[in-house]
């Protein structure tokens, strides 16, 4: 049997995540002033409950996008005059943002949290200006968590607005506590249980107004046109409702580390000295190449990652590492296990099994030809 342990990547849809999405293939369009078009526009307008409090906004600040990347894009178009983001955020914000050269990159820590001196030199260099700043609330590769309740409050003090790119808490951490302070969050519905190809945008405060990115409708008020997703807007709803936390895996999570520090002694678990996500490790053993170990895994039925999924495939080492000033050698041995709800201690066994094999090939002496 497979063990899927590359949460972090995507979440399995939920079983009444798929059937409420079944049913909801064939509403109307919900623009339509017809019936057919009123129950999709109610359809839509559940889920949008559902999402809203989850995210804890109101209702009429939720604006459904094609995912995460596109809600990160929308939150980045210029509306300041400068752009602050952390080093470790994912590509959408890294590449995503529309500020050009007007965006610096905020240093971090060995274990990716964000310098809050950093911050707040970049805060004083830029003041008197408009500033917009985009910190996620956890990493996607590490786990690692960033405080975004003091950087929220450094960067008010400065007059700027703080965009937070919550996909990865959400569903496994509490999102209130995780995302404090920030005036819009970002959601995906794929890391929740949901479909993929579904986000939103949470607007909290007036501070950061999004700039809409697709005109030529009124949809989402005027945020995004184009007819709405209604089966990935109803999957996405019933995915928030369902969410819990994942703070249940955590022993796992830990046991696993344990585990792997005794079957090699110099394993590093990146951002391991910070709070991380409940299901996530990041690690590498000296000598083991992590495209090897993901091969490996998977003919013995695990799916992991080596990095993030996006740039898996990739020889070099990710950002997210090189900007925790990860050597690169030992970054291009990294692997990410991330755990769901439904992990056990079997799954996590058969990965120690499986590197310990690995291992001990890699200290077998070579036989000269
Ligand atoms: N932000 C983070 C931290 C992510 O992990 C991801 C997905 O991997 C995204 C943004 C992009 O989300 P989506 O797949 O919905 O575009």
Redesign the pocket.
């Known amino acids: 049997m497979r063990a899927f342990l590359d949460h ?2 995507t979440s399995p849809l939920l079983p009444a995540v798929r059937a409420a999405m079944i049913e909801a293939l064939a509403l109307g369009n919900p623009s339509s002033i017809h019936r057919e078009g009123r129950m999709a526009r109610a359809a839509v307008e559940d889920a949008r409950r559902a999402v809203a409090a989850f995210a804890s906004v109101d209702m009429e600040n939720v604006v459904f996008t ?5 809600a ?1 894009n929308m939150a980045l178009q210029p509306t300041a005059d400068i752009l602050l983001v952390g080093a470790t ?2 590509l ?2 890294l590449d995503g943002h529309g500020y050009g050269a007007s965006c610096d990159r905020l240093a971090v820590d060995a274990d990716g949290v964000v310098c809050l001196e950093a911050l707040t030199a970049a805060l004083a260099r830029h003041a008197g200006k408009r500033i917009v700043v985009a910190v ?1 609330s ?3 590769e590490t786990g690692a968590v960033q405080p975004i309740g003091e950087i929220a409050a450094l960067v008010h003090g400065a007059g700027g607005a703080l965009i937070c ?1 919550a ?2 808490s959400a569903g496994k951490v509490d999102l209130d506590a995780a995302t404090a302070g920030a005036d819009i969050i ?1 959601l ?4 929740i249980g949901g479909p ?4 939103a945008l949470c607007i909290r405060t007036e501070r950061a107004v999004p700039t809409p990115l697709l005109r030529g409708g009124r949809q989402e008020r005027g945020f995004r046109a184009g007819t709405e997703d209604v089966a990935g807007i109803v999957g996405f709803g019933r995915a928030a409702a369902e969410a819990r936390t994942l703070d249940a895996v955590e022993a796992l999570r830990d046991a696993f580390e344990g585990a792997l520090r005794r079957l090699a002694p110099d394993v590093v678990v990146f951002g391991g000295e910070t709070p991380r996500l409940p299901n996530t490790t990041c690690f590498a053993i000296p000598r083991l190449e992590a495209q090897l170990a993901i091969m490996a895994l998977d003919v013995a039925g695990i799916a992991a990652s080596s990095g ?3 740039t898996s495939g990739k020889v070099k080492p990710s950002h997210v590492l090189a900007a925790m000033g990860i050597d690169p050698t030992l970054a291009r041995g990294a692997v990410r296990i991330s755990l769901g709800r439904d992990s056990t201690a079997a799954d996590t066994a058969r990965v120690i099994a499986t590197l310990n094999v690995l291992l001990q090939r890699a200290r077998r002496p070579r036989i000269a030809a």
């Open positions: 972090n990547a094609s995912g995460a990347t596109e990160l955020e994912h959408a914000v996620q956890a990493n996607n790119d996909v990865q970002v995906s519905a794929h890391k993929k190809g579904v986000g993030s999924a996006c």
